[in-house]
């Protein structure tokens, strides 16, 4: 499911979306539509999209209950910025099933490895690879490795999962990719402002896009936008002055 919200700030947007929804913020997986700062004649505006996953035939999900002590995930999803815990052994059968289904697949393909626990959490499971293949299992721009994610939390749903995220990883590309996306969003950010024009990013998933559009909001006289449709859009960064 999905829908869309509007704030003055990405933070008063993602509120909005949790509480009119009634869920925590890391239920859901936010996408930035648009983001305007403000300025003296200007109010700043950021349009978010929110993306649900169907936990039933309710029009909206169930809210969980958590502790207030309990870890929340600011990366919509991914596990960028949390620490390699390393090899772990499954603790538990869908554990297993999942490292199982992971390991059968990558070898179906032809491109066998080894399958482990890269972490754990309460709603969240990292599954880590390792195989003289990675540079194809990650694929260009981590598309492959999003394609076989994706498998993996259809295939944790058919466990009765739902609620749990699966995150796949292999040779720590998600957070070299992460490293790299900040770079160039500044990098990027830099000849929009000595052009006073815009550049248009190669086509994105959500997270990247994400990453792109938080990265640049604190900079003053550039602004960022998504265009295009599906799954993969792309990110326009565009000078605006300072105001």
């Not at 859901?28 to 305007?36: C, H």
């Not at 700043?44 to 209950?65: A, N, Q, T």
Request: glycine residues 8%; hydrophobic residues 35%.
């Amino acid at each position: 499911m999905e829908f869309e919200f509007e704030g003055r700030t990405e933070k008063e947007a993602i509120d909005r979306a949790a509480d009119e929804l009634g869920l925590e913020k890391d239920d859901f997986d936010v996408e930035i539509l648009e983001s305007q700062k403000s300025g003296l004649f200007k109010k700043g505006l950021v349009k978010i999209k929110v993306h649900v996953r169907d936990f039933g035939s309710s029009s909206k999900p169930e809210r969980r209950v958590r502790n207030d002590n309990e870890h929340e995930d600011n990366y919509r999803g991914n596990y960028i910025g949390k620490a390699v815990i390393g090899e772990l052994a499954p603790q538990s059968e869908f554990e297993e099933k999942i490292c199982a289904f992971t390991s059968g697949l990558i070898e179906r393909m032809g491109y066998p490895g080894k399958v482990s626990i890269l972490f754990r959490e309460k709603y969240k499971l990292g599954i880590k690879m390792e195989s003289e293949y990675s540079s194809i299992l990650i694929g260009k721009k981590g598309k492959n490795l999003d394609a076989l994610q994706m498998l993996l939390n259809i295939y944790a749903g058919r466990l009765g999962k739902d609620d749990t995220r699966i995150i796949l990883d292999t040779e720590n590309y998600r957070i070299r990719r992460e490293e790299s996306l900040v770079r160039l969003a500044y990098n990027v950010a830099e000849k929009v402002r000595e052009s006073r024009g815009s550049i248009l990013l190669e086509p994105m998933n959500p997270f990247d896009r994400w990453l792109i559009h938080t990265t640049l909001n604190d900079i003053n006289d550039v602004e960022t936008k998504s265009e295009g449709d599906g799954l993969y859009k792309q990110v326009r960064v565009f000078y605006r002055g300072l105001r």
